[in-house]
């Protein structure tokens, strides 16, 4: 496998969708709804899916991809070489900001994560990292990530977690947010990973992420010594929605052995 070569064509298949998100602020967009009234989906979401489909399909027709809007393959192993796509990661920031949303990419052979992209199409803020060669926001190298305690940490969490939940217990949420330096909440998980990666906050929580949210952006948080996990502190699985931490080594494992109860 000629990875410099993939990594080369991924990252002009990116960009070439970054304008096609970009143009479509020209014309009308149609907005729906999935799972719930919030979970929002357009007919851009579709066609930037649709347009990576075909392209890989055609020149690497061997390979598998699990896509969010589901045009590409039903996913139930790790094995072979397999593109994990989020077209637009952030959706409701696309619709009500034009702004703030990104498109993910991670592409994993047997499981390991051998390219990540990550970018923010608005700001072309493109970070970028192949496994053991360092990460990149556009040409400059990310530096390794040093150790914060808590009490000087940004915490990247939504809202929704410190009010009572299914998933979590909310009121040990609420003393991490009070241990904490501050929180911020991006509404793009990608793009969250991806501040992570650049020392921008410390640490990105949530109960529930999909591999596509998180695939290209573990790629990239891995090359600069974040550590990324479910809450149980294992790698994430990949083939299905979990929950999900990234943080700098040390304030990981302070996060969750002190702060984090899951219910289930
Ligand atoms: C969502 C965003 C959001 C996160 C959700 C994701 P989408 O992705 O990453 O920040 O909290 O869990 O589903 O739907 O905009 O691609
Ligand atoms: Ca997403
Ligand atoms: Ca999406």
Known sequence: MNWGNI???AKSLIKEAGHIIR???????????KADVNDLVTNIDREV???????IKRDFPEHRILGEEGFGDVVQTLDGVIWMLDPIDGTMNFVHQKRNFAISLGIYADGVGMLGYIYDVMRDDFYSAAKGEGAYLNDERLPQLEITPLEQAVIGISASW????RYVDNEKIMELVQHCRG?????SAAIELAYVSAGRIDSYISMRLSPWDI???????????????????EAPHLLGQEPFIVARPGL?????????RMKE
Do not use: K
């Open 183 to 187: 929180t911020r909440s991006y509404g």
């Open 23 to 33: 143009n479509s602020f020209f014309n009308q967009i149609d907005i729906d709804s």
């Open 162 to 165: 410190l009010a009572p939940n």
């Open 252 to 260: 990981h494992h302070d996060i969750l052995t002190n702060y984090i």
């Open 7 to 9: 990594d080369r064509y």
């Open 49 to 55: 899916e649709q347009f990576f489909i075909s392209r």
């Open 215 to 233: 695939a290209g952006g573990m790629v990239i948080a891995r090359e600069v010594g974040a550590v990324a996990s479910n809450m149980q502190g």
